[in-house]
């Protein structure tokens, strides 16, 4: 079932941006066990053994799995993608990204991204996406992290599209308002602390880089993608 916040936002970009018709998302979905699989190689097992997990189905996020210790963990697609960088990274389905939310990302940034994924899997456009996501902050329906959230994203899965593939395993840090120079003005996409999205605004999004190539044991039923679009 769509959620509320889903519904009101297709009712209201409806006029402007109607859903496709024909909208495929097959390329989208993956093998639930393996799904599983990539969420839990996003974060140390001390997080993911007690985590929540989702999977992504026709409707958007489902969850099958209730954990104990508030984090939560899902396999971001293509959709998730910064609604200013490249409109075909947006709409890949080869771009994976495993990511575990702790408490607060859980009840606040996680709920943008199943907004996101209900109305990209409903045929929603990029623009109407974001139209979508901005009203409902702005309403207070999704709301934003209080003073910040986290996550994890160790994965050596992700691929987050051409010019940044498997990138390097770090830390997500969403904190509104953040500048780069609060980090100290680092160059983007370095091995330092930086804000690489909404500099300043509500959705101001920085990464902090790990000095691991990677920490993680191996999980069951996962090895590691050789290759985009394999899985």
Do not use: K
Not at 39 to 52: C, G, I, Q
Not at 106 to 116: A, G, Q, S
Not at 160 to 187: Q, T
């Amino acid at each position: 079932m769509r959620s509320a916040i889903a519904l009101a936002a297709t009712a209201l970009l409806s006029a402007a941006a109607g859903a496709q018709t024909g909208h495929d998302v097959s390329a989208w979905l993956m093998d639930e066990g393996y799904e599983l699989a990539l969420a839990r190689s996003a974060a140390p097992e001390a997080v993911t053994t007690e985590a929540s997990y989702y999977v992504l189905r026709e409707g958007g996020y489902e969850q099958v799995s209730e954990g104990t210790n508030g984090f939560a963990c899902l396999v971001q697609r293509s959709f998730g993608a910064p609604f200013e960088g490249s409109p075909a990274t947006f709409s890949n389905p080869d771009v994976i990204a495993p990511v575990c939310f702790n408490a607060e990302g859980t009840r606040t940034v996680m709920r943008e991204h199943f907004l996101r994924a209900e109305l990209f899997m409903a045929g929603e456009n990029r623009d109407a996406i974001e139209a979508a996501v901005v009203a409902a902050v702005a309403s207070g329906d999704i709301p934003l992290p209080a003073p910040f959230a986290i996550s994890y994203m160790m994965s050596d899965a992700m691929y987050l599209g051409p010019g940044l593939g498997g990138f390097h395993v770090h830390l997500m840090l969403y904190a509104p308002y953040i500048e780069n120079a609060d980090f100290g003005g680092h160059a983007l996409f370095g091995h330092d602390p930086y804000v690489f999205e909404g500099a300043g605004g509500v959705f101001a999004l920085a990464t902090i880089a790990l000095p691991h190539d990677r920490i993680l044991p191996d999980h069951p039923g996962y090895t590691p993608r050789a290759q985009p679009g394999r899985h």
